[in-house]
């Protein structure tokens, strides 16, 4: 008997899943514990592993394509089955899913409505006309939000429909409609503040209406005792109906110089009626919105020659904020802390890589193997740690730790900022060991597939820009190591060798030391053992 298989819910904040990749097709055996998918999940991409054995018989979401937790994503069976009436009826369960979610809401109100009386009382004690906006929850596990921006003021008139903040959440920044008109007489938060759901974020009512008895009454427990469920089921309607139409978030529109473009929803619609990219598009509503009317006044720019000439350019300055992830958030909290704690000193010097590059040519003439100049930096690093145990230490609050071991953090650039996996006891490894090591955390770091143990335990630092072209730079210190290396590019240019000018190739280091724990003579102490390792490669082998 066929099986229908849901997007799992494979983490506690998961509302929808893409398919990174299909470990199966169809009509492939299928065994239990076999993994048939790739899921790509709000925190990482985990491997999907089939409960049940047989055949596949149908894959209900493509690769790269995006739908809900306990949405139909593949059917097993027996081979050959007829799954045409499941496939059928899984769609109209999804389709009927919303209604009977809006129905549920609607019977629940009824209810609350014939039970509650409180919220009549509570609502005549407000002046006549006002109403109170708090702090909306805009996602299921959301318990705070920050005003990310405010597109209306104090004193702006307000329609129903008209956006008026844009609010961060924990999963995304979400803009806020005004379910009311009237003026905006008080903004409970400024931008970038925060407060929990149910908090005073605004108030409207008719204009030069006095409310200030009211923002300083105003108790959340109230608020959260006078909602208005009508509103709420208005608005989950809307929020259902987008789920419909538009089941994953497209990235924001920006224009010709980059900038995030701002558009309300209904002129937006009418630009895709009428074909018009609203990347071109002038909008006049605030802080640049486009607005209907910019849309139905939208002519493109036409010419040529003399008439193109007398064209005067109205450019519009445009900016685009991009808030920040959870994860450039951990990152600058991490290095403010390490800057302004640990006093950074730093030490530069220069090597020859000649024989850095003749020994990497000839060891990479092995069959199957290949070495990079990191891999040869990682192992050069971890040999000199251990004749300087200092610079392989580590800061803590009350006790200096120095470490027997060398675990060696190689830093990856990802899309949202950086990791930084660590080669555990680097200097016990051989070269070709490092090499598949840190191939194989790059590979995953930038699909997210580290896991947190592969990124802990540190005792020391590599940053290496020099596959950009850097020649030289300075990191700061991943704490609670004592130094972090930073290597740049291979330069060719002229150098004296037996007091000849000659063309020879070189790289510039930096080291990063922290003061309590290394001393400027154990830093550079360091750092010639590293020279000998790096100009005479052949070393690591003895």
Not at 33 to 52: N, R, V
Not at 227 to 240: F, M, Q
Not at 341 to 366: K, T, W
Not at 519 to 524: H, I, P, Q, S, V
Request: glycine share 8%; with cysteine.
């Amino acid at each position: 008997m066929a099986e229908i298989i849901n997007m799992p819910r494979l983490s506690d904040t998961m509302e929808e899943g893409t398919v990174a990749s299909w470990l199966k097709k169809v009509g492939d055996k299928v065994s239990e514990g076999d993994i048939l998918a790739e899921i790509e999940t709000d925190k990482a991409t985990m491997e999907f592993e089939s409960f049940y054995e047989g055949t596949l018989l149908h894959i209900g979401v493509q690769q790269g394509e995006t739908t809900k937790v306990d949405e139909l994503l593949a059917i097993i069976g027996e081979e050959g089955e007829d799954v045409s009436e499941l496939i059928k009826n899984a769609k109209s369960d999804a389709s009927s899913s919303i209604e009977e979610k809006i129905q549920d809401l609607e019977v629940k109100h009824e209810e609350t409505s014939k039970e509650e009386t409180q919220p009549e009382a509570l609502t005549e004690e407000l002046p006549e006309g006002v109403v109170v906006v708090t702090m909306p929850r805009l996602s299921d596990t959301m318990e705070e939000g920050t005003v990310a921006t405010w597109l209306k003021k104090v004193g702006d008139t307000v329609e129903e429909g008209d956006i008026l903040a844009e609010i961060e959440t924990d999963k995304a920044t979400m803009e806020f409609e005004s379910f009311n008109a009237g003026t905006l007489l008080h903004v409970g938060l400024g931008e970038g503040q925060s407060a929990k759901v149910d908090a005073l974020l605004a108030i409207i009512g008719p204009a030069g209406t006095d409310v200030s008895s009211v923002a300083k009454n105003f108790s959340p427990v109230q608020a959260s005792e006078t909602k208005d469920e009508p509103v709420a089921k208005e608005t989950l309607k809307e929020t259902l109906s987008e789920v419909k139409t538009a089941p994953t978030q497209s990235a924001p529109v920006t224009n010709d110089s980059g900038g995030r473009v701002y558009i309300s929803p209904l002129a937006k619609k009418i630009a895709e009626e009428k074909g018009i990219n609203i990347a071109h598009v002038q909008g006049t509503g605030e802080k640049g919105r486009i607005i209907k009317r910019d849309i139905e006044n939208y002519k493109p720019a036409t010419g040529s020659g003399l008439a193109a000439a007398k064209f005067t350019p109205s450019g519009q300055e445009s900016f685009e904020e991009v808030n920040n992830s959870q994860m450039r958030k951990v990152i600058a909290k991490r290095l403010a802390e390490s800057k302004f704690s640990a006093p950074h000193y730093y030490l530069n010097v220069e090597f020859n890589m000649d024989n850095a590059i003749a020994f990497r040519e000839q060891f990479n003439s092995i069959p199957d193997t290949k070495i990079s100049f990191n891999d040869m930096v990682v192992k050069a690093c971890a040999l000199a740690l251990k004749q300087h145990p200092q610079v392989n230490s580590q800061w803590f609050a009350d006790r200096m730790r120095k470490n027997s071991h060398v675990h060696i953090g190689v830093a990856v650039a990802v899309e949202d900022g950086l990791v930084v996996p660590v080669v555990r006891f680097a200097d016990e490894q051989s070269l070709p060991q490092i090499g598949a090591a840190v191939k194989d955390y790059a590979v995953r770091a930038r699909i997210k597939k580290l896991t947190p143990e592969e990124m802990e335990g540190s005792t020391f630092t590599i940053s290496n820009l020099g596959m950009f072209g850097i020649e030289s730079f300075t990191s700061i210190i991943n704490q609670p190591n004592s130094a972090i290396l930073s290597v740049g590019t291979i330069v060719q240019k002229p150098i004296v060798k037996d007091g000849q000018v000659v063309v020879g190739n070189t790289m510039k280091l930096s080291l990063a030391c922290d003061h309590r724990t290394v001393d400027g003579a154990t830093g550079a102490l360091f750092l010639q053992t590293l020279k000998g390792y790096i100009e005479n490669p052949v070393t690591m082998l003895v």
